[in-house]
């Protein structure tokens, strides 16, 4: 069944020029289209169609994958009232009484708050509940070197955080035939600058670093909706 995903703003390739009120042609896993809203759904008449706020992007790399998986709890809701809900590391970690189940449980709770962030992609090790949990999930496996920068902080389920710009969270620009890994930012569109046509491209980008990937409505993995913020 054919899916059309419609963004304020679509950034298919980072460093490009966005397509406002665009979108993603979405057949199986694979993307069949992108560009301008109206355009694909002439096209595309009998696509279900899926309106999202904000800007489509391609889905985003989690670098620190084994860190955030292997070296911080992710909480239980029936914890938050005692633990709270964020990750914990370091001394409030070692205090916890670890079984194989309860990190088996927070690895599959990370995975999922990674789905929350827009991550498509992730850097893993060779933990086998680790990779099972993945696995499960849908998430593209990709080696960590590369990654951008130096932390200077403890790694964060947000990949925009340690980002220079938008290509370096991305796993991978969107293409026709290329598989349909995206996500859904609620970050207002910046309006057009006279005289300036690529500022708005670079202010958007900014926005988009700026507010987080905690913004993220939806996101899309190899065709299939695995998350959208209620």
């Known amino acids: 069944m054919l899916t059309l995903h419609a963004a304020d703003l679509l950034i298919a390739v980072p460093g490009t020029a966005p397509v406002p009120d665009g979108a993603v042609v979405v057949d199986g896993d694979a993307v069949a289209a992108l560009g301008p809203y109206e355009e694909l759904a002439a096209a595309y008449p009998r ?105 200077f902080e403890e790694p964060n389920l947000d990949p925009f955080r340690n980002a220079y710009g938008l290509a370096d969270a991305v796993a991978s620009p969107l293409t026709v035939g290329g598989r349909a890994d995206f996500a859904v930012f609620d970050v207002p569109d910046v309006p057009d600058v006279p005289d300036a ?23 899309v993995l190899a065709g299939r909706l695995v998350h959208r913020r209620r």
Do not use: F, K
């Open 47 to 151: 696509a279900r169609v899926r309106r999202w706020p904000g800007v489509l992007t391609p889905g985003l790399r989690q670098w620190h994958g084994t860190w955030l998986l292997e070296r911080a709890y992710h909480p239980d809701p029936r914890e938050h009232e005692e633990l709270g809900d964020r990750p914990l590391t370091g001394e409030r970690l070692e205090a916890l009484d670890m079984t194989d189940a309860r990190w088996a449980g927070s690895v599959r709770r990370g995975v999922q708050q990674m789905l929350r962030h827009g991550t498509t992609a992730v850097a893993i090790g060779s933990n086998p509940v680790v990779a099972t949990a993945v696995a499960r999930s849908g998430l593209t496996v990709v080696p960590a070197l590369g990654a951008p920068g130096i932390l």
């Open 197 to 219: 046509p690529d500022v708005p491209d670079a202010l958007g980008e900014a926005a988009l670093l700026e507010a987080g990937a905690g913004t993220c409505v939806a996101t």
